[in-house]
């Protein structure tokens, strides 16, 4: 009945009863049945019955090398600040062995690091601690993580062994200021960008990392408040961007300090420059001021006078800030370049200020932009009178008819002159030029009103003495350089019908004696009587005034010659004696009468008539003086133009003459060669002299001639007729 009692739950051992012997009945662990123990020892109890025993039996497990160093961990961190000095130690975990004795861990070794080593301390054969140290400092800017491996031996046959990873992280520390990509950077932007435009992107790094890492941007202390109200800078991007209104004109150029901050307990800053160019665009016209400006412009003004000087100038710069200036219309004005931006307008043509007294002149600058931008200015100028115009009268020549007997002072005529000039210059005086009528000065016989030209009569007028004169009237004008014209005037002194037809003392108060025997159309007498007055009303027509009493008269009277002529046979019946009444009436309005007496005596036939010298007279001039002189005048022509053809003829002939002399010369022509030239002229002439009617007429031909070379020259004249 032996049976073995366990302390322990499990039963380990079982007694063979047959012979005693104790085996093991399951494995056993010693690491698991004495942990942590040096020496294990399981307690038996044997019991036997009958008698009952109860015996002790301790058995001892030894170890044996069957568990391998274990770490608690297959991965270990360690966060060691970059900071440490060399030498500084960092403890670790030592590997576990349930092992005992020389089964244990009783070496460490850490796989090959340029930064770390191993270090441990033995007691009592055994590794109670275990420290990483720094073997120099670290950087975690070259190198941010160590990977590292321990590993663990024991002491057992065959050795056993654990490992372990130790990777170690390099703890940053805010060693590295942020660092921009270039100190200085350049760009640009266009002065017309709108609002929140991207002018430049900044990247600063930073080789540190977390917060020690991240970067803000800034401006800098030293950017002026014009640069920060123009631009905005993005803290976080670094990006720079339009913010306000840039304008070339005042700033063309910005330097904008830029600082990039770490958030590291001791912050760090790093900083660079950055120039940002503003390019000009064509946004401003150019701007014109006129500095001098001359008016008005007087009209003699020579070309190339200077009237206006103008200054142009345009904020933007280049191409956009050069000006051309030019005259949008056509105009006698010229614009030139005179010094930089300035321009002088001269008289590039005849200005007239009777034409055109004002003129508005368009200037237009424009710059080479693109697109171009111009702006422009009108001028205008006034045109200056200068006394450039003489007064001009409508015509040179005029005409004013007066009727005689005119009572004195009348207003005969208005003189009117214009002068396109203004003021001074237009304002005319008319005068008379000095001359003599008949040794007479004309002012006594007309005057005119300086200041509106009317002509006044100064004297009664008779057409008898006067019948016509001309009179120059002068227009001045009041320039400082008078100028004037004149105007000629004809003065014809109209007839009235004044005067009454008067009888010649020859053809008045006659008496003739006729014979009786006469036949009708007999010329008795002729009577004529003359008239002061001209034209109509000195035109006389005769008739014979009827008398009570005197019967059927013989004799009748030519109305327009005068001529008392035998219009029937006298009879016994006629009277001896005829007193003829003769009335000379002109054809005026009203008319005029003259009268005288004819007395005609009738004598028989046969008888002597004795004539006395009254009628020797009237027959002697019955062609009147008028005539008389007519006569001559043709007769005196007609003796000069004769001659004149006279010595044509013999011209012409002596010249022809020598031109066949000259011919025979050249060419020896011999003598008996025949030649005949022909030269004939017939040409007639006719000389008339009109007044109311044709008076005579003169028909004169010239003869035709014959010429025959060797001979003398030979005329006919074929006649000449003189017809009156």
Same mark, same amino acid.
């Given at each position: 009945?032996?049976?073995?009692?366990?302390?322990?739950?499990?039963?380990?051992?079982?007694?063979?009863?047959?012979?005693?012997?104790?085996?093991?009945?399951?494995?056993?662990?010693?690491?698991?049945?004495?942990?942590?123990?040096?020496?294990?020892?399981?307690?038996?109890?044997?019991?036997?019955?009958?008698?009952?025993?109860?015996?002790?039996?301790?058995?001892?497990?030894?170890?044996?090398?069957?568990?391998?160093?274990?770490?608690?961990?297959?991965?270990?961190?360690?966060?060691?600040?970059?900071?440490?000095?060399?030498?500084?130690?960092?403890?670790?975990?030592?590997?576990?062995?349930?092992?005992?004795?020389?089964?244990?861990?009783?070496?460490?070794?850490?796989?090959?690091?340029?930064?770390?080593?191993?270090?441990?301390?033995?007691?009592?054969?055994?590794?109670?601690?275990?420290?990483?140290?720094?073997?120099?400092?670290?950087?975690?800017?070259?190198?941010?993580?160590?990977?590292?491996?321990?590993?663990?031996?024991?002491?057992?046959?065959?050795?056993?062994?654990?490992?372990?990873?130790?990777?170690?992280?390099?703890?940053?520390?805010?060693?590295?200021?942020?660092?921009?990509?270039?100190?200085?950077?350049?760009?640009?932007?266009?002065?017309?960008?709108?609002?929140?435009?991207?002018?430049?992107?900044?990247?600063?790094?930073?080789?540190?990392?977390?917060?020690?890492?991240?970067?803000?941007?800034?401006?800098?202390?030293?950017?002026?408040?014009?640069?920060?109200?123009?631009?905005?800078?993005?803290?976080?991007?670094?990006?720079?961007? *339009?913010? =306000?209104? #840039? @304008?070339? %004109?005042?700033? !063309?150029? &910005? $330097?904008?300090?830029?600082? +990039?901050?770490?958030? /590291?307990?001791?912050?760090?800053?790093?900083?660079?420059?950055?120039?940002?160019?503003?390019?000009?665009?064509?946004?401003?016209?150019?701007?014109?001021?006129?500095?001098?400006?001359?008016?008005?412009?007087?009209?003699?003004?020579?070309?190339?006078?200077?009237?206006?000087?103008?200054?142009?100038?345009?904020?933007?710069?280049?191409?956009?800030?050069?000006?051309?200036?030019?005259?949008?219309?056509?105009?006698?004005?010229?614009?030139?370049?005179?010094?930089?931006?300035?321009?002088?307008?001269? *008289?590039? =043509?005849? #200005? @007239?200020? %009777?034409?055109? !007294?004002? &003129? $508005?002149?368009?200037?237009? +600058?424009?710059?080479? /932009?693109?697109?171009?931008?111009?702006?422009?200015?009108?001028?205008?100028?006034?045109?200056?009178?200068?006394?450039?115009?003489?007064?001009?009268?409508?015509?040179?020549?005029?005409?004013?008819?007066?009727?005689?007997?005119?009572?004195?002072?009348?207003?005969?005529?208005?003189?009117?002159?214009?002068?396109?000039?203004?003021?001074?210059?237009?304002?005319?005086?008319?005068?008379?030029?000095?001359?003599?009528?008949?040794?007479?000065?004309?002012?006594?016989?007309?005057?005119?009103?300086?200041?509106?030209?009317?002509?006044?009569?100064?004297?009664?007028? !008779?057409?008898?003495?006067?019948?016509?004169?001309?009179?120059?009237?002068?227009?001045?004008?009041?320039?400082?350089?008078?100028?004037?014209?004149?105007?000629?005037?004809?003065?014809?002194?109209?007839?009235?019908?004044?005067?009454?037809?008067?009888?010649?003392?020859?053809?008045?108060?006659?008496?003739?004696?006729?014979?009786?025997?006469?036949?009708?159309?007999?010329?008795?007498?002729?009577?004529?009587?003359?008239?002061?007055?001209?034209?109509?009303?000195?035109?006389?027509?005769?008739?014979?005034?009827?008398?009570?009493?005197?019967?059927?008269?013989?004799?009748?009277?030519?109305?327009?010659?005068?001529?008392?002529?035998?219009?029937?046979?006298?009879?016994?019946?006629?009277?001896?004696?005829?007193?003829?009444?003769?009335?000379?009436?002109?054809?005026?309005?009203?008319?005029?009468?003259?009268?005288?007496?004819?007395?005609?005596?009738?004598?028989?036939?046969?008888?002597?008539?004795?004539?006395?010298?009254?009628?020797?007279?009237?027959?002697?001039?019955?062609?009147?003086?008028?005539?008389?002189?007519?006569?001559?005048?043709?007769?005196?022509?007609?003796?000069?133009?004769?001659?004149?053809?006279?010595?044509?003829?013999?011209?012409?002939?002596?010249?022809?003459?020598?031109?066949?002399?000259?011919?025979?010369?050249?060419?020896?022509?011999?003598?008996?060669?025949?030649?005949?030239?022909?030269?004939?002229?017939?040409?007639?002439?006719?000389?008339?002299?009109?007044?109311?009617?044709?008076?005579?007429?003169?028909?004169?031909?010239?003869?035709?001639?014959?010429?025959?070379?060797?001979?003398?020259?030979?005329?006919?004249?074929?006649?000449?007729?003189?017809?009156?």
């Amino acid at each position: 009945m032996l049976h073995i009692v366990s302390r322990d739950e499990k039963e380990y051992f079982q007694v063979n009863l047959q012979n005693g012997i104790l085996f093991v009945k399951e494995t056993i662990n010693r690491e698991v049945l004495c942990p942590n123990t040096p020496f294990c020892i399981i307690p038996l109890q044997v019991i036997v019955d009958k008698p009952v025993q109860m015996h002790s039996v301790d058995v001892e497990i030894e170890d044996i090398n069957d568990n391998s160093p274990v770490f608690s961990s297959s991965v270990n961190n360690l966060l060691i600040s970059e900071m440490k000095p060399a030498g500084s130690r960092f403890p670790l975990m030592v590997a576990a062995d349930p092992d005992l004795g020389t089964n244990s861990i009783i070496n460490y070794e850490l796989s090959a690091s340029d930064f770390f080593t191993l270090d441990f301390q033995k007691y009592i054969n055994q590794i109670k601690s275990l420290e990483l140290v720094l073997k120099k400092n670290l950087d975690r800017e070259k190198q941010s993580v160590h990977n590292l491996t321990l590993t663990a031996y024991d002491g057992g046959k065959p050795r056993l062994s654990g490992t372990t990873h130790i990777i170690v992280t390099v703890e940053d520390f805010n060693d590295n200021a942020p660092v921009f990509d270039q100190p200085f950077y350049q760009c640009s932007v266009t002065e017309n960008a709108v609002e929140g435009t991207l002018v430049f992107k900044l990247n600063a790094t930073d080789l540190d990392e977390g917060r020690n890492g991240e970067i803000i941007y800034e401006f800098s202390n030293m950017v002026s408040q014009e640069t920060k109200e123009a631009f905005t800078f993005d803290k976080y991007t670094g990006e720079i961007r *339009v913010k =306000g209104k #840039l @304008d070339f %004109e005042i700033v !063309d150029m &910005y $330097e904008i300090q830029v600082e +990039a901050i770490d958030h /590291g307990d001791l912050q760090l800053v790093g900083h660079c420059k950055v120039l940002v160019s503003v390019v000009d665009v064509n946004d401003n016209p150019p701007e014109m001021m006129v500095t001098s400006l001359s008016v008005p412009v007087p009209e003699n003004s020579p070309q190339g006078t200077t009237v206006a000087i103008i200054s142009v100038h345009d904020k933007d710069s280049g191409s956009n800030g050069k000006v051309h200036c030019f005259i949008s219309d056509p105009s006698p004005f010229k614009i030139n370049p005179a010094f930089r931006s300035d321009f002088s307008l001269t *008289v590039n =043509g005849p #200005l @007239d200020r %009777e034409m055109k !007294d004002e &003129y $508005e002149v368009i200037i237009v +600058a424009r710059d080479e /932009g693109s697109p171009s931008l111009f702006t422009s200015k009108t001028l205008k100028f006034d045109i200056s009178d200068v006394n450039d115009n003489a007064p001009r009268f409508i015509q040179a020549v005029d005409t004013v008819f007066i009727k005689e007997n005119n009572p004195p002072g009348t207003h005969i005529y208005t003189a009117s002159a214009s002068d396109p000039d203004i003021g001074q210059n237009s304002f005319i005086t008319y005068s008379i030029k000095e001359q003599t009528i008949n040794g007479i000065p004309i002012s006594s016989y007309i005057s005119i009103n300086p200041e509106n030209g009317k002509v006044f009569a100064l004297v009664s007028f !008779d057409h008898e003495q006067i019948a016509h004169f001309q009179c120059l009237i002068k227009a001045t004008d009041a320039g400082l350089q008078a100028l004037s014209s004149n105007l000629t005037l004809n003065i014809f002194i109209e007839d009235i019908n004044d005067n009454a037809p008067t009888f010649t003392p020859l053809h008045s108060a006659l008496t003739i004696k006729t014979s009786k025997s006469e036949e009708p159309g007999h010329l008795i007498t002729k009577v004529k009587a003359v008239d002061l007055d001209s034209g109509y009303n000195a035109w006389t027509f005769y008739k014979l005034k009827e008398s009570a009493g005197s019967g059927r008269s013989p004799f009748t009277i030519a109305h327009e010659t005068g001529e008392i002529t035998l219009k029937r046979p006298f009879s016994d019946s006629d009277s001896d004696e005829y007193r003829l009444h003769v009335v000379a009436q002109d054809h005026g309005e009203p008319f005029m009468t003259a009268e005288t007496q004819i007395v005609v005596s009738v004598v028989e036939s046969g008888e002597e008539l004795k004539f006395d010298n009254q009628e020797t007279k009237v027959t002697g001039i019955d062609f009147p003086d008028e005539n008389i002189y007519l006569v001559v005048a043709i007769c005196i022509i007609s003796t000069i133009f004769l001659i004149t053809l006279i010595v044509f003829a013999v011209l012409r002939w002596q010249k022809y003459r020598d031109e066949v002399n000259e011919l025979k010369e050249n060419y020896k022509i011999c003598s008996n060669t025949g030649g005949s030239w022909m030269y004939s002229q017939h040409t007639q002439y006719r000389i008339s002299s009109n007044s109311v009617r044709p008076k005579s007429d003169l028909i004169v031909f010239t003869p035709n001639t014959s010429q025959t070379p060797g001979n003398e020259e030979e005329i006919h004249p074929q006649g000449a007729f003189l017809n009156s």
